[in-house]
């Protein structure tokens, strides 16, 4: 009996901090078109052979500006939504320049409407091949569920600070809350 109310306990507990905020969902973004009617060439979806398995990328090529259009229909409301990209790069050290640009988009609105541009970041990459980086944008505005939400990922390999002497890789691009 003890060991019964032990586990009604312990699956309340869990389903209060689950209720309070403490867990974060993470949706993927769906990345599947490169800047191509400008920028055409500087980024581009490939697939790289590591140790144990073959993994599918975007690249973004050194020292050019590139960028990745990504999108995701909101999964609900939020006020304290975040983009989390995960990077890496072969071997060298240094520092790549990102961005992230973004709207999101009720029914019957355009799909022409101007995305809001989000601090670029200098992101340093450690020599260690294929090391990941965790880098993470805050939206800093509120997602309405069922929103068409529009992201462009931006590399800018022409800023003084972006030093990386490798392309930069792209794994996954997700939104949390």
């Known amino acids: 009996m003890r060991r019964i109310k032990s586990i009604f306990i312990l699956a309340a507990l869990l389903l209060a901090i689950s209720s309070a905020g403490f867990a974060a969902d993470n949706f993927d973004l769906i990345c599947d078109t490169p800047r191509s009617t400008t920028l055409a060439g500087n980024s581009f979806w490939t697939v790289g052979a590591r140790t144990d398995i073959d993994m599918g990328h975007w690249e973004f090529v050194k020292d050019v500006q590139g960028k990745v259009a990504c999108h995701l229909t909101a999964p609900r409301a939020t006020t304290a939504a975040a983009v989390q990209l995960v990077i ?69 390999g022409t800023q003084v600070a972006d030093t990386l002497a490798a392309n930069t890789e792209l794994y996954s691009v997700h939104l949390s809350d």
């Not at 060298?92 to 355009?110: D, H, K, P, R, Y």
């Not at 294929?130 to 880098?135: E, G, H």
């Open 88 to 156: 890496a790069a072969n071997a060298v050290a240094g520092v790549t320049s990102l961005q992230v640009s973004w709207i999101c988009l009720g029914n019957s609105a355009s799909l022409n409407g101007t995305l809001t541009d989000l601090t670029r970041q200098d992101i340093t990459v450690d020599a260690t091949a294929y090391d990941t980086k965790f880098v993470t944008f805050t939206l800093g505005s509120q997602l309405t569920a069922g929103d068409y939400c529009m992201f462009e990922i931006f590399h800018d």
